[in-house]
């Protein structure tokens, strides 16, 4: 059974910013996409399979604007990030209060995967969608569960949790056949 | 995001064209409990010209199919390859779905 998490460790690799390009946003649900695709043309194709990278990134970009700085035009998104053939790697800050509830996350993916384990799916009904008194019926409750798997070399928030990183590791291409 | 009915028989059929995102998604959930009201019983959603889905498509899909599934009523759920396969995938939710292969398999099925 997977054992994914999110962690908190304002000390990770991940938030290691040398080398990257550096973008900010005004809070702007509108232009979420928009401001994505500014991020998303510096990555080499290779690692553009099927908008996957470009969907993953715009939902931690909108998780900033919206639930971070509450869409608050004045409050901006800082956003650093490096792309290669082999890697992806995304940091992204809000001016928001923090996501408070990763461990209360954590302790709901954890029952959702032990539903996907079980093959229960009548209970796995309820961890279909992660819900706090603040969703809105816009909201699909379901980003951080595909972040969390797309995001394969980590999820890092610091420990006052208005910033994230994630990075993910793509497989070097084979060039060739190895003969013995 | 373009949002087409069509009917075979009692059976109603939605066909998405475009990007299922944070902007458009609430259509289809607001065009599905309308029809829920008018007493349709047996729904097809068709993903084939779906170009770009997010966790707020997702989401809209969940919503219908979990409201569907109480009220005892009939989904399913068609044509989901390329990126919207992989991003149902990321979320694990393939087998949660009620799903066909093709329009017309849903509706033998159905």
């Known amino acids: 059974m997977s054992n994914k998490m999110i962690i908190i460790d304002d000390k990770s690799n991940i938030f290691n910013t040398d080398g990257c390009f550096y973008k900010e946003f005004p809070s702007d649900l509108r232009q979420v996409r928009y401001f994505t695709l500014l991020i998303v043309q510096k990555a080499p194709p290779e690692i553009k399979e099927l908008n996957l990278l470009e969907q993953q990134i715009s939902e931690l970009i909108k998780n900033a604007v919206k639930h971070g700085n509450k869409c608050d035009l004045n409050k901006k998104v800082k956003i650093w990030y490096f792309f290669s053939k082999e890697e992806a790697r995304i940091i992204v800050e809000d001016e928001g209060k923090g996501f408070l509830k990763i461990r209360e996350w954590n302790e709901f993916n954890k029952k959702r995967l032990q539903c996907l384990h079980e093959e229960n799916f009548e209970e796995l009904g309820n961890y279909v969608s992660y819900r706090t008194p603040e969703s809105d019926d816009r909201d699909g409750g379901n980003a951080m569960f595909a972040a969390l798997e797309y995001w394969n070399n980590g999820l890092v928030f610091t420990e006052k949790a208005n910033k994230i990183g994630v990075s993910k590791k793509f497989p070097k291409n084979q060039r060739g056949i190895d003969i013995n | ?110």
């Not at chain 2, 219908?64 to 599934?69: A, D, F, H, L």
Request: charged residues 25%; aromatic residues 8%.
């Open chain 2, 1 to 110: 995001m373009e949002l087409k009915i069509r009917k075979s028989s009692n059976i109603y059929i939605i066909d998405i064209q475009g990007e299922m995102d944070l902007y458009n998604s609430y259509k289809l959930k607001d065009l599905v409990m309308k029809m829920l009201e008018k007493k349709v019983t047996k729904f097809i959603i068709n993903l084939d010209k779906v170009e770009y889905i997010d966790s707020s498509g997702i989401g809209a899909l969940i919503y219908i199919c979990s409201t569907i599934k109480k009220m005892n009523l009939q989904l399913l759920v068609t044509n989901v390859h390329g990126s919207v396969k992989k991003v149902i995938e990321l979320t694990k939710l393939m087998g949660y779905f009620p799903m066909a292969a093709t329009v017309n398999d849903a509706i033998k099925n159905l």
